[in-house]
């Protein structure tokens, strides 16, 4: 299950907003092994578009590096999928590279409502889980 | 040349869990041909068949982005450093 505060929910859904419709992405840290995210990092998609996301690669050194500096690791992973459903296609599936992370699909293709949900992908297997929002995770 | 390779979460089965190992190479290729000697199996994450580097794997070396330094010709010197992240990327297509 992924929880996270209503702040950080709102945050992500904003920002898939703004950016509609092209795909926003970005990241939610938050201290190594507590499964707790806290950091929300806005991330440039480097590749502009609205059918594929890329962090910018000098961006994505200086995240890691900031990460490792906080003992902070990347607890969600989102992007939004403008035009399709919030579940992950095969280019996500393929291109997933943090096991522990949760993979955040929010779709805009609705302009009145959101789509906003949660996935385990690791090793090519995708397990969709529960979304708690909570008012505060401190 | 010794230098230290920053390796991420997904490609430390090849390491036993380390986030960094030490390693030898006048330039990335052969640092990775260094790399495979004792991490069987690394390599085949970073280069494809056709021996150049995965388009969705990043190398950086002390910050610079080697797709910009002559990608695995880039030259390494002693101290440096090399990390090692895949790219954090995907899509609806």
Redesign the interface.
Known sequence: MLTLSTATYDAIVAHARRDHPDEACGVVAGPVGSDRPLRLIEMLNAARSPTFYEFDSADLLQLYKQMDANDEEPVVVYHSHTATEAYPSRTDINLASEPNAHYVLVSTREPESVEFRSFRIVDSVVTEEPVEVLASLE | MAVEVKI???LRTYTDGAKTVPGDGANLSALLDDLESRHSGLKGRLVTEDGSLHR?V?V?VN?E?V?FTGSLDTKLADGDSV?I?????????
Not at chain 2, 85 to 93: F, N, Y
Request: aromatic share 10%.
């Open positions: 991420p979460t997904i969705f990043n950086y910050d982005d797709r990390t992240l895949p790219a954090v990327a995907g899509g609806s297509c």
